[in-house]
């Protein structure tokens, strides 16, 4: 089973629903089984690498509320994260752009750290209120998934490298008409859009893998079996006498 993520780095509800993902996985009977893959999607394509705002004025201003609105509901989703073992910082966030730190995620998933990378991404942005689109804070982290620190900061300087691989996840999210994250795709046929609790997830695994594992019916070649040639329910039928 595959499990394509559509998600960005600075969006709340992604870490939420990854953990609330890894949460119906570790219960899941089959999980050895199941590739988790992350794709690119940035929320917001031309944000600055330095907005000048926090989070809160962010907020406000992008759905016409005030500030005490805007703490109000990050406060909201803090809990929501905190019910996730989560810790989100939202009096410290630094707002920025994420297009390097999906290029980084590409390069690397080349060498198998994608999972450890996107973790430790949301975890600076989230929790450290690190800038994610400065190239030394994305060095550390590279360095830190266990990556090459200098050959990252070639890829960082090379505004190119992986970054076809980027579009091509965002050219993708657009043909499944996916306009907001998180959003799973599973073996490319189911969808589930939203930080979902993690009973969603669970069911759907469930039910996937039944659909794509159906159990093999027998077909019955037995014929007329007497009733007491054979056991059922801890019991066995007495042979008539003759």
């Known amino acids: 089973m595959k499990i394509e993520v559509w998600s960005d780095f600075v969006c709340p509800f992604c870490y939420i629903g990854k953990r609330r993902l890894e949460a119906a996985l570790s219960q899941f009977p089959h999980k050895d089984q199941v ?22 004025e962010m ?16 406060a909201g989703i803090g809990q929501q994260a ?10 410290n966030m630094k707002p920025t752009n994420t297009f390097d730190a999906h290029r980084l995620a590409k390069f690397a998933k080349l060498h198998g750290k994608e999972a450890v990378m996107t973790e430790k991404l949301l975890y600076a942005y989230f929790t450290e209120s690190k800038i994610v689109s400065d190239p030394e804070v994305l060095a550390d982290i590279a360095e830190a998934s266990g990556l090459d620190r200098e050959e990252a900061k070639e890829v ?6 992986y970054a076809a691989d980027v579009r091509q996840d965002e050219s993708m999210a657009q043909q499944y008409g996916i306009t907001g994250v998180p ?11 939203g930080a979902q609790p993690a009973e969603t997830f669970t069911g759907a695994l469930q039910q996937v ?11 019955d070649l037995s014929g007329d079996t007497p009733a007491d040639a054979f056991c059922a329910d801890g019991s066995c ?4 006498e003759k």
């Open 237 to 240: 039928a007495v042979p008539d």
């Open 183 to 193: 959003y799973f795709v599973i073996n490319q046929k189911y969808a589930i859009s």
């Open 156 to 161: 960082l300087s090379d505004k190119n490298a």
């Open 35 to 56: 590739e988790v893959e992350f794709k690119s999607f940035e929320l917001d394509p031309n944000s600055a690498l330095n907005a000048g705002e926090n989070i809160h």
């Open 209 to 219: 893998w039944q659909e794509e594992n159906p159990v093999q019916k027998l077909k």
């Open 59 to 74: 907020l406000a201003k992008k759905y016409g509320m005030s500030i005490e609105q805007a703490k109000q509901a990050n």
């Open 82 to 91: 905190q019910s996730e073992g989560l810790e989100f910082n939202f009096e």
